[in-house]
C-alpha cells in the first residue's frame, strides 16, 4: 500500500536558522512526489514536483532532494513569511491522484 | 494565473439535509477533485474526475456523491449530511499528466450540526 509520512508533525525555528523537513514514502513505483506549502484558512500551493532518487529542485530559500526513500524541503536562512505548513504528496496515477501526508507546521520567529 | 473558486467559504447545515459544495474553475483543466482535510487525518480523496460526466472513486467516498455536467465545474453532493461530516473540503483541478500540479481552492468549512 502507497504510504506518505511526514517528520516532525511541527517545527519551531528563529529567523536565519536553517533546517529539513522529512517525507519518507513507500510506493510500487513512483510516478512523483509533490511538496505543496498550505498558509492558515487556504488551499495547498504547488511548490515542487520529484520524480527520480537524485534529483533537487529550489525555489528562494527551499530546496527540494528525492532519494529512494525519502524526500527532504531543505529551507535556509528561513523569514517569518516562510511559516507555514508544509505537505508532501504522492502521485497514485497518471491524472494527478495524489496521496498526501499530515503534513508539517513550521513557524519562525523573528 | 489558474483559478479554482468554492461557492461556500462557511456552512452550516443540519443532520439529514441534502447539501451541494460548488466548484469552478477558469483553466479548462481536464481534471478535477474533491478532498476533505481533518486534523491529524491530513487531506483525503473522495471523488475525482477525468472528463465531463465521468467520475471515480476516491478513499473515502461513502455518504458523497459528485456532478460533473459541464468541464468547469465540479459538485460535491452531500445525499443525508451527518455530524461525522463536518470538515474543510477542498476542491482542485489540475491539466493532466505526470507533473501538472494540483490547483486548489481556499476551501469550504462545512458544520453539520
Known amino acids: 500500500e502507497d504510504q506518505v509520512t511526514q517528520s516532525p508533525e511541527a517545527l519551531r525555528l528563529q529567523e536565519g536558522e536553517s533546517s529539513s523537513l522529512n517525507c519518507s514514502y513507500t510506493?510500487?513505483?513512483?510516478?512523483?512526489l509533490f511538496w505543496y506549502r498550505q498558509d492558515p484558512g487556504k488551499g495547498p500551493e504547488f511548490l515542487f514536483t520529484?520524480?527520480?532518487a537524485g534529483e533537487e529542485k529550489e525555489k528562494e530559500r527551499l530546496k527540494a532532494t528525492l532519494t529512494k526513500k525519502e524526500s527532504f524541503l531543505h529551507i535556509t536562512a528561513p523569514k517569518p513569511e516562510d511559516s507555514a505548513t508544509y505537505l508532501c504528496?504522492?502521485?497514485?496515477?497518471?491524472?494527478?491522484?495524489?496521496?498526501f501526508g499530515k503534513g508539517t507546521k513550521l513557524s519562525v520567529k523573528p | 494565473d489558474v483559478k479554482v473558486t468554492q461557492s461556500s467559504r462557511y456552512l452550516v447545515k443540519r443532520t439529514g439535509e441534502k447539501v451541494f459544495l460548488e466548484c469552478v474553475q477558469d483553466?479548462?483543466?481536464?481534471?478535477m477533485f474533491w478532498y476533505r482535510q481533518d486534523p491529524g487525518l491530513g487531506l483525503r480523496l473522495i471523488y475525482f474526475?477525468?472528463?465531463?460526466?465521468?467520475?471515480e472513486k476516491g478513499d473515502i467516498p461513502e455518504g458523497y456523491s459528485v456532478s460533473r455536467e459541464k468541464k468547469e465545474r465540479f459538485s460535491l453532493i452531500l445525499e443525508s449530511a451527518s455530524t461525522n461530516q463536518t470538515s474543510m473540503y477542498l476542491c482542485?483541478?489540475?491539466?493532466?499528466?505526470?507533473?501538472?500540479?494540483?490547483?486548489f481552492g481556499n476551501g469550504t468549512r462545512l458544520t453539520v450540526t
Open positions: 504528496a504522492l502521485s497514485r496515477g497518471s491524472q494527478g491522484n495524489l496521496i
Open positions: 520529484l520524480y527520480s
Open positions: 482542485a483541478s489540475s491539466q493532466g499528466g505526470l507533473d501538472s500540479p494540483l490547483h
Open positions: 510506493v510500487s513505483g513512483l510516478r512523483g
Open positions: 483553466m479548462d483543466h481536464e481534471n
Open positions: 474526475s477525468y472528463d465531463v460526466k465521468m467520475k
